[in-house]
Nanobody, 122 residues
Framework: QVQLVESGGGLVQPGGSLRLSCAASGSLFSINAMGWYRQAPGKQRELVATITSGGTTKYADSVKGRFTISRDNAKNTVYLQMNNLKPGDTAVYYC????????????????WGQGTLVTVSS
């Protein structure tokens, strides 16, 4: 059994920064890839950034140069450093992970975090 727990959302002024964290808790699993998605009011969920187990990163064009995804393998945690935030970044941010779970059997599992709200406003 594995869970993703998100933290770090909140209210920030335009131009400000936030760091989101997503920790995978449990046992008998390994992480293949983790990423962040977001969903703004009235819009579809969109990919923000991903990072593979090998460290390869991918970003949406809208956040390139402003957001950085990173991971701490020892803590099974992925981070999203968000700088120069804009009102258009306002959304619920969801952590996503593809895992290999080893018990009771070996299987691939995709999990989502509970979501954390980021509001960029003056």
């Amino acid at each position: 059994q594995v869970q993703l727990v998100e933290s770090g959302g909140g209210l920030v002024q335009p131009g400000g920064s936030l760091r989101l964290s997503c920790a995978a808790s449990g046992s008998l699993f390994s992480i293949n890839a983790m990423g962040w998605y977001r969903q703004a009011p009235g819009k579809q969920r969109e990919l923000v950034a991903t990072i593979t187990s090998g460290g390869t990163t991918k970003y949406a064009d809208s956040v390139k140069g402003r957001f950085t995804i990173s991971r701490d393998n020892a803590k099974n945690t992925v981070y999203l450093q968000m700088n120069n935030l804009k009102p258009g970044d306002t959304a619920v941010y969801y952590c996503n992970a593809e895992l290999t779970v080893w018990s009771p059997t070996s299987r691939i599992l995709e999990l989502w975090g509970q979501g954390t709200l980021v509001t960029v406003s003056s």
